[in-house]
């Protein structure tokens, strides 16, 4: 079989550009109603049905489109090198993108891979080796190199891949593994201590919980539940005593929850095209909006520093993954 090697632009070359080529490309996402002519640090990314959009939560009616086209299927956030790889079957395509602060190509794609095999919605992220493979089962359709941006295409048969979960699914959380399935949640030890079961044990809750969200530093899990009368809440859990240690009330029901590059918590409610802005500190809402964007968003996307305490795995520290 024929096996094709595709190799992009590298960060360095791109850091090296020409002064010209710089400014040219100094407006990093085409705002499409700007105000105050720049995006902010701490940006939201929200994934609509056809195009993925970068808000400034600062100056809301702030918003572009990252040139990506398409429904994004999954994500996965690599944090050492400040990249976002997505997943676009419908478009037979993986494309990466720059989120490095103050980059003139932060959020555009610096590379992009096409593959008919890509059209695969099974297809999963996995890490190993320092490699990022796209897979089903034991065949990788592509092997990613984050240092190089080389990406091999073709069908690899591999023995084991270890697939990265969705964070909103499962989470590891110092010496415990945190699992959401169908409505349950459930803690697992990984070291049990003295008359401590190691088996995974459920977690009773006073509402039922539709996705989670691990905390990038105190080791808090946050979790997304819908109440009996279709509003939100946000259940903020010590996985080590399983104690509800927050609740916070929301007016509708939570799509996605997503980290901010400052530490504050965004969250979307898609039915309502409605983002909100959460204060940690003070467990107030800083901001809520619905933006002026055509169409109704999916989900949020995250490109902040890795939430989970132990973030790294086989060199390649990584935050969370995405998938529907």
């Given at each position: 079989m024929t096996w094709r090697m595709v190799l992009a632009l590298t960060m360095g070359l791109v850091a090296l550009a020409s002064a010209g080529a710089a400014a040219a490309m100094a407006s990093t996402v085409a705002t499409a109603s700007p105000r105050s002519g720049a995006m902010g640090t701490s940006n939201v990314l929200a994934v609509y049905p056809d195009r993925m959009v970068v808000i400034d939560p600062s100056s809301p009616d702030d918003w572009g489109v990252i040139p990506v086209p398409g429904m994004v299927h999954s994500a996965i956030w690599l944090m050492e090198r400040h990249l976002l790889l997505v997943h676009l079957p419908a478009q037979r395509a993986m494309a990466v993108i720059d989120v490095r602060p103050d980059s003139v190509t932060r959020y555009r794609a610096v590379a992009t891979y096409h593959s008919p095999e890509f059209a695969d919605v099974s297809l999963r992220f996995a890490l190993s080796g320092g490699r990022v493979y796209l897979a089903r089962d034991r065949t990788a359709v592509v092997i990613f190199d984050p240092a190089s941006l080389v990406a091999k295409i073709g069908l690899y048969a591999v023995d084991f891949l270890p697939l990265v979960y969705s964070s909103a699914t499962r989470a590891i959380l110092s010496d415990r593994i945190v699992s959401l399935d169908e409505g349950q949640l459930t803690v697992e030890s990984t070291r049990p201590r003295a008359g401590e079961l190691a088996a995974p044990r459920f977690v009773r809750l006073p509402y039922r919980p539709v996705g989670m969200l691990p905390q990038r530093a105190g080791g808090m899990l946050f979790l997304s539940c819908r109440a009996d009368d279709g509003s939100g809440r946000i259940l903020v859990l010590d996985p080590g005593t399983l104690e509800i240690v927050e609740e916070?009330?929301?007016?509708?029901?939570?799509?996605?929850?997503?980290?901010?590059?400052?530490?504050?918590?965004?969250?979307?409610?898609?039915?309502?095209s409605r983002f909100a802005i959460l204060e940690l500190a003070t467990w107030t809402w800083s901001r809520v909006w619905t933006p002026a964007i055509p169409g109704r968003p999916i989900r949020l996307l995250s490109a902040a520093s890795p939430p989970l305490p132990e973030g790294e795995r086989d060199g390649v520290a990584f935050g969370e993954v995405f998938e529907p």
């Open positions: 916070v009330p929301v007016p509708h029901d939570i799509t996605s929850m997503a980290w901010l590059d400052d530490g504050r918590l965004c969250v979307l409610s898609a039915r309502e």
